[in-house]
């Protein structure tokens, strides 16, 4: 099967690219994805070896800072079963879990930020799912002519 691509965003407060380079092995679970679309993704498509555009939100300005791969494909997210936890769902269980997630692992950071902006002005690019209206989903395909634009855009 052939390499897939994906857009994956954090808040750099919460986990950033550089938070993911300084675990042991660059490699981290993405953990606590609580949308249906989203989980979707992350438990039927997502195969080791797939590429991750890095993408820093509600930040000023939002944008692509980096690669990772896929590390792990999609497990159940434990955190779903912990009372304890920010991401506990009552409805989910080991038995019949509700919410999965993948390890990622960290490739590179780019030297600068590939901005939401350029995305938007960038031809090419007119149909990536980041650049549409309302798009909040935290894990978004990216066509391999998205991706390699971006990568361009990145300096390669």
């Given at each position: 099967?052939a390499?897939?691509y994906?857009l994956?965003?954090?808040e750099?407060?919460?986990?950033?690219?550089?938070?993911?380079?300084?675990?042991?092995g660059?490699v981290?679970?993405w953990?606590?994805v609580?949308?249906?679309?989203?989980?979707?993704?992350?438990?039927?498509?997502m195969?080791?070896?797939?590429g991750v555009?890095?993408?820093h939100s509600?930040?000023?300005?939002?944008g692509?800072?980096?690669?990772?791969e896929?590390?792990?494909e999609?497990?159940?997210?434990?955190?779903?079963?912990?009372p304890?936890?920010?991401?506990?769902?009552?409805?989910?269980?080991p038995e019949?879990p509700r919410?999965?997630m993948?390890?990622?692992?960290?490739?590179?950071?780019?030297?600068?930020?590939?901005?939401?902006d350029t995305?938007?002005?960038?031809?090419?690019l007119e149909?990536?799912?980041?650049?549409?209206?309302?798009?909040?989903?935290?894990?978004?395909?990216?066509?391999?002519?998205?991706?390699?634009?971006?990568?361009k855009l990145?300096g390669?």
């Amino acid at each position: 099967m052939a390499r897939r691509y994906w857009l994956m965003k954090t808040e750099p407060e919460a986990f950033s690219i550089d938070d993911l380079r300084r675990r042991p092995g660059g490699v981290e679970p993405w953990d606590g994805v609580r949308n249906y679309q989203a989980r979707n993704m992350m438990r039927d498509e997502m195969k080791a070896g797939d590429g991750v555009l890095f993408y820093h939100s509600s930040v000023d300005p939002p944008g692509v800072v980096g690669l990772a791969e896929v590390a792990r494909e999609g497990y159940p997210d434990p955190t779903a079963f912990d009372p304890k936890h920010i991401h506990y769902d009552p409805k989910s269980d080991p038995e019949s879990p509700r919410w999965y997630m993948v390890d990622v692992r960290f490739v590179r950071a780019f030297p600068h930020m590939v901005t939401l902006d350029t995305l938007r002005r960038t031809p090419g690019l007119e149909s990536m799912k980041v650049n549409q209206r309302g798009m909040r989903l935290s894990v978004q395909p990216v066509t391999p002519k998205e991706w390699e634009i971006v990568l361009k855009l990145a300096g390669g």
